[in-house]
C-alpha cells in the first residue's frame, strides 16, 4: 500500500527548478504549492510591506489541501508560467490554508458572497495593499471559456483598472468593506422562546426530502445537526415525523455512495440527490458529526444499524486518521494518482478476480456494480463502478432468501476481501496537520460513543487525545493553539477552538466523571470569556482581543458544515451553569441568545445547533447528582443506567461518597450537602429548580426522567424494550 505524498512541497507535473517562500511553510496545503512559479507569499507583514512599497495589488487564493478544485486551478494555472509571469509582474501573490486561518477565510469568502451571491474554494481576491477587497471569485480557468473571464484577459484588465481607475476600485472597496460591518450590526435584542423550535422544524418539513433523505436538492451535505435538533425536537414534542426525517436520512445515508463500504467513513458530500455519486474527499468534522447524529439515532431508537455504522466511522478515523501523538488528523484528499475517487471505484473484472465468480456475482448485486460501470466522470471508459446500495440487510436477506446472520457473514467476508485488494492501490493523500477544533469535535463524540456503547477503547482514545490538545497545544499563557505539524503547534487560537474544546471537556466529563475534566473547561471557558467575549453587544468574536484584525472583528453564528463558535459556546454556558450552579454562566448565555436570536428569526433551519442549545435552555434540564463510591457495583448500576437512553436533557455530576473537600465539590459548591442514603448510591433529581426526593433505584430515577414514556414508544415500535 502506497499513500503518494502531494504534501511534500513536490509535483510530478511541474519543472521544479526552485521553490518560492511557502517551501517554509508547515501547512500541507501551501507547500503543494512551493514549486509553483507563482511567486506566493504565505499571509503577513512582508507581502502586506512590499504590496504598499511597489504600489500594487494583493491576489490572495484561498484553499485547502484536500480540495479537488483548488488542484484543477493549480494545475492548469498556478504551474503556467504565462500566468505566473502576469500574476508576479503586476501583483504580490499570497496564498492561504484556510484550516490554518479559518479568520481570513470567513471575511473573504463573505466579501465574496456579497459581491457575487455565491461560494466555495477556490477563492480568489483581488486586494488593495491596506488587506481591503475589490474583487472576488471562486475558481478561475486559465482561458476564457463558456461564460467565464480566464486569468489571461482577466489580470491584465485588473492591472490596467488598478494604474487608470484607482480611485473607483478604493471606494468600490471601502464601500464593501462598510457593508459587511453592517451585517454584524442587531439593533434587536429579542428574546428566543419555544416558537424558534417549532419554526426550525417547519422550515425542515418543507425542505425535506421524503424519498432520499436529506434537505434540499443536489449537491446533498448530510449536515448533522439538522438531525441532532430534530431528535430533540421529537423527545420534547412527540412530534414523530421528526424522528422519521432523522431515521430515513441516516439510513440512506448509510446505502449510499458517500459512504465508504469497503473502509468505513463518510465522503463529504454527494453530487446527486440519491447520495450515491460523493466528492470522495474525507474531513475529520465530517466523521465527528456523523458519529454524532448515529449514535443518539440509536440510544433513540436502538437501532442496531446505527450503532454499527457509527462505529465503523470510528474505526475509519482509528486506522488512516490518527498521529503517532494520538490527536486526529484533518482529511484524505478526493484525487489519487488514478484521478478524483479512483482509489474507491471498481469494474466488474476487478471484483471478480478479487472474490471470485460466486462471491462476486452476489456483491456486484448487492452494490450495483455493472459491466459498464455507474461512475462516468473519469473519463477512462472502462466500466468503473462507486459501491452503494439500494436495499437494507433486512431486504436483501429476503430478496435472496438467506438468513440476516448469513448474509452478514458473507458480507462481512466480501468486504474483508476488497478492502485487501484496495490497499494495494496508491491511497489518497492525507492531510496530517492537527487542527484543535476539528480534534474537539471528535473527541466529543468519541466520548458520547464511549458511555452510549460501553466502549473503553474509544474512551481511553479520547483521553489520550484531548491530553495532547491540553498540552502540545498551549502557549506560554496558557492560551490553545490552533494548529500542529511536524512537531510544531503554531497560530493563536480562534473561538471555533475554544468552544469546541470546551465541549469535549464537558462530554469527557460526562462519560468519565472525572472533575479534572470539568475543571479543565471551565478554565478554558474563563480564558475564552475574558479575551473573546464582546462586552458591548455579546457573542463571541472569531478573533481574540489582541489577535490581528482584518476589515473589523467577525462574529459567526451560521451553521454551515461545521457549527458555529457562538451556537457551541451557548450550548457550553448552558451546560457548565447547571453543571457547576454559577447563575453568572447562564447570564452570559441568555445574552448570547438575544445577541443573535434577530439572525435566527429570519431563518431557524439555518442555526440548528443554535436550536439545540435553546432547546435545553429552555429546558427542564435535569441535573442528576450521584452521590456514592466511584467503583462501587450500586453507583455504577445508575450511571450505566443513564448511559443507555437517549437524554438529550440530563446533565450528570458524581460526587464521592465521604468526600467533602473533593474536587467537585469545590467546582460545584451546591453538590456540598448531598449526602448517600443509607449507605448507598444515591441519585438526587434537580429540574426547573426544584429538587425531587432522591432515590437509590436505578427504575425510580427513570421513571422521575419519564423514561416510562420512552419504554412504552419503544415497545410499540420494535415489539421490544430490550
Known amino acids: 500500500m502506497t499513500r503518494e505524498n502531494h504534501f511534500s512541497g513536490q509535483s510530478p507535473d511541474v519543472d521544479k527548478v526552485c521553490s518560492n517562500r511557502l517551501i517554509h511553510e508547515k501547512s500541507p496545503y501551501l507547500l503543494q504549492h512551493a514549486y509553483n512559479p507563482v511567486d506566493w507569499y504565505p499571509w503577513g507583514a512582508d507581502a502586506f510591506t512590499r504590496a504598499t512599497e511597489e504600489d500594487k495589488p494583493v491576489f490572495l487564493s484561498i484553499g485547502y489541501a484536500t480540495c479537488h478544485w483548488c488542484h484543477v486551478m493549480a494545475h492548469e494555472s498556478f504551474e503556467d508560467k504565462s500566468v505566473a509571469d502576469l500574476l508576479n509582474k503586476d501583483f504580490i501573490c499570497i496564498k492561504v490554508d484556510r484550516e490554518e486561518r479559518p479568520d481570513i477565510d470567513s471575511i473573504y469568502m463573505s466579501v465574496c458572497q456579497m459581491m457575487t451571491g455565491t461560494g466555495g474554494w477556490p477563492l480568489t481576491v483581488i486586494l488593495t495593499p491596506e488587506k481591503k477587497p475589490f474583487f472576488a471569485g471562486t475558481y478561475i480557468p486559465r482561458k476564457s471559456r463558456f461564460g467565464m473571464t480566464g486569468l489571461i484577459d482577466l489580470i491584465p484588465r485588473i492591472s490596467k483598472s488598478w494604474q487608470e481607475q484607482r480611485n473607483d476600485l478604493i471606494t468600490a472597496a471601502d464601500e464593501i468593506t462598510a457593508a459587511l460591518q453592517r451585517e454584524q450590526v442587531s439593533n434587536h435584542k429579542d428574546i428566543s422562546d419555544i416558537s424558534l423550535l417549532h419554526a426550525g422544524y417547519e422550515e425542515l418539513v418543507l425542505r425535506f426530502d421524503p424519498e432520499y433523505g436529506g434537505f434540499g436538492h443536489a449537491p446533498k451535505f448530510p449536515t448533522p445537526h439538522i438531525l441532532l435538533f430534530l431528535l430533540r425536537f421529537w423527545k420534547r414534542t412527540g412530534t414523530t415525523r421528526a424522528l422519521t426525517m432523522v431515521e430515513k436520512t441516516l439510513r440512506e445515508l448509510r446505502?449510499?455512495?458517500?459512504?465508504?463500504?469497503?473502509?468505513?467513513?463518510?465522503?463529504?458530500?454527494?453530487?446527486?440527490?440519491?447520495?450515491?455519486?460523493?466528492?470522495?474527499?474525507?474531513?475529520?468534522?465530517?466523521?465527528?458529526?456523523?458519529?454524532?447524529?448515529?449514535?443518539?439515532?440509536?440510544?433513540?431508537?436502538?437501532?442496531?444499524?446505527?450503532?454499527?455504522?457509527?462505529?465503523?466511522?470510528?474505526?475509519?478515523?482509528?486506522?488512516?486518521?490518527?498521529?503517532?501523538?494520538?490527536?486526529?488528523?484533518?482529511?484524505?484528499?478526493?484525487?489519487?494518482?488514478?484521478?478524483?475517487?479512483?482509489?474507491?471505484?471498481?469494474?466488474?473484472?476487478?471484483?471478480?478476480?478479487?472474490?471470485?465468480?460466486?462471491?462476486?456475482?452476489?456483491?456486484?448485486?448487492?452494490?450495483?456494480?455493472?459491466?459498464?460501470?455507474?461512475?462516468?466522470?473519469?473519463?477512462?471508459?472502462l466500466g468503473q463502478n462507486i459501491l452503494y446500495r439500494t436495499q437494507s440487510l433486512t431486504g436483501l436477506a429476503s430478496a435472496y432468501g438467506v438468513s440476516e446472520t448469513d448474509l452478514e457473514l458473507r458480507l462481512g467476508s466480501i468486504r474483508a476481501r476488497l478492502f485487501t485488494a484496495r490497499a494495494q492501490r496508491s491511497r489518497p493523500s492525507r492531510d496530517d496537520k492537527v487542527l484543535t477544533d476539528w480534534n474537539g469535535l471528535f473527541i466529543a463524540a468519541l466520548a458520547q460513543a464511549a458511555r452510549t456503547f460501553s466502549n473503553e477503547v474509544y474512551l481511553t482514545t479520547a483521553r489520550k487525545a484531548m491530553d495532547f490538545i491540553l498540552t502540545r497545544m498551549r502557549d506560554a499563557n496558557g492560551g490553545l493553539l490552533h494548529r500542529y505539524r511536524d512537531d510544531e503547534p503554531a497560530i493563536p487560537?480562534?473561538?471555533?477552538?475554544?468552544?469546541?474544546?470546551?465541549?469535549?471537556?464537558?462530554?469527557?466529563?460526562?462519560?468519565?466523571?472525572?472533575?479534572?475534566?470539568?475543571?479543565?473547561?471551565?478554565?478554558?471557558?474563563?480564558?475564552?470569556?475574558?479575551?473573546?467575549?464582546?462586552?458591548?453587544?455579546?457573542?463571541?468574536?472569531?478573533?481574540?482581543?489582541?489577535?490581528?484584525?482584518?476589515?473589523?472583528?467577525?462574529?459567526?453564528?451560521?451553521?454551515?458544515?461545521?457549527?458555529?463558535?457562538?451556537?457551541?459556546?451557548?450550548?457550553?454556558?448552558?451546560?457548565?451553569?447547571?453543571?457547576?450552579?454559577?447563575?453568572?454562566?447562564?447570564?452570559?448565555?441568555?445574552?448570547?441568545?438575544?445577541?443573535?436570536?434577530?439572525?435566527?428569526?429570519?431563518?431557524?433551519?439555518?442555526?440548528?445547533?443554535?436550536?439545540?442549545?435553546?432547546?435545553?435552555?429552555?429546558?427542564?434540564?435535569?441535573?442528576?447528582?450521584?452521590?456514592?463510591?466511584?467503583?462501587?457495583?450500586?453507583?455504577?448500576?445508575?450511571?450505566?443506567?443513564?448511559?443507555?437512553?437517549?437524554?438529550?436533557?440530563?446533565?450528570?455530576?458524581?460526587?464521592?461518597?465521604?468526600?467533602?473537600?473533593?474536587?467537585?465539590?469545590?467546582?460545584?459548591?451546591?453538590?456540598?450537602?448531598?449526602?448517600?442514603?443509607?449507605?448507598?448510591?444515591?441519585?438526587?433529581?434537580?429540574?426547573?429548580?426544584?429538587?425531587?426526593?432522591?432515590?437509590?433505584?436505578?427504575?425510580r430515577m427513570l421513571d422521575m426522567l419519564g423514561v416510562s414514556e420512552f419504554r412504552d414508544y419503544l415497545k410499540n415500535r420494535h415489539g421490544s424494550t430490550d
Open 255 to 381: 446505502l449510499g455512495g458517500i459512504f465508504d463500504h469497503v473502509g468505513g467513513g463518510f465522503h463529504r458530500y454527494s453530487t446527486d440527490a440519491q447520495w450515491r455519486v460523493p466528492h470522495f474527499e474525507k474531513m475529520l468534522y465530517d466523521q465527528a458529526l456523523l458519529i454524532m447524529a448515529y449514535t443518539e439515532a440509536y440510544q433513540a431508537t436502538l437501532d442496531p444499524d446505527f450503532q454499527k455504522t457509527a462505529e465503523e466511522i470510528i474505526a475509519y478515523a482509528f486506522r488512516d486518521l490518527t498521529s503517532l501523538e494520538g490527536a486526529f488528523y484533518s482529511a484524505e484528499d478526493a484525487d489519487s494518482p488514478g484521478g478524483e475517487g479512483a482509489f474507491y471505484l471498481w469494474t466488474e473484472r476487478e471484483m471478480e478476480k478479487v472474490l471470485g465468480k460466486d462471491d462476486a456475482l452476489q456483491a456486484l448485486r448487492i452494490f450495483n456494480v455493472t459491466q459498464s460501470g455507474n461512475y462516468h466522470d473519469t473519463g477512462t471508459g
Open 493 to 699: 487560537a480562534f473561538a471555533d477552538d475554544y468552544a469546541f474544546t470546551i465541549k469535549a471537556l464537558i462530554e469527557l466529563y460526562e462519560s468519565t466523571l472525572e472533575p479534572s475534566y470539568l475543571g479543565s473547561a471551565l478554565e478554558l471557558n474563563t480564558w475564552f470569556l475574558t479575551h473573546f467575549w464582546d462586552g458591548v453587544k455579546g457573542g463571541f468574536f472569531t478573533l481574540s482581543d489582541d489577535a490581528e484584525v482584518l476589515l473589523f472583528r467577525k462574529k459567526e453564528f451560521y451553521d454551515g458544515a461545521i457549527p458555529s463558535c457562538n451556537s457551541v459556546a451557548f450550548e457550553n454556558l448552558v451546560r457548565l451553569a447547571h453543571l457547576t450552579g454559577d447563575t453568572g454562566l447562564e447570564e452570559r448565555a441568555s445574552e448570547l441568545s438575544r445577541c443573535f436570536a434577530p439572525f435566527v428569526q429570519q431563518s431557524p433551519s439555518a442555526h440548528t445547533w443554535y436550536l439545540c442549545a435553546l432547546d435545553n435552555a429552555i429546558g427542564p434540564l435535569h441535573d442528576i447528582v450521584i452521590v456514592g463510591k466511584r467503583d462501587a457495583d450500586d453507583t455504577k448500576a445508575l450511571i450505566k443506567a443513564l448511559g443507555s437512553h437517549y437524554l438529550p436533557h440530563v446533565l450528570v455530576l458524581f460526587r464521592p461518597r465521604d468526600e467533602s473537600d473533593s474536587l467537585i465539590t469545590n467546582l460545584a459548591p451546591f453538590t456540598s450537602n448531598l449526602n448517600a442514603i443509607s449507605g448507598k448510591a444515591t441519585a438526587y433529581i434537580c429540574s426547573g429548580h426544584t429538587c425531587a426526593i432522591p432515590t437509590t433505584e436505578p427504575g
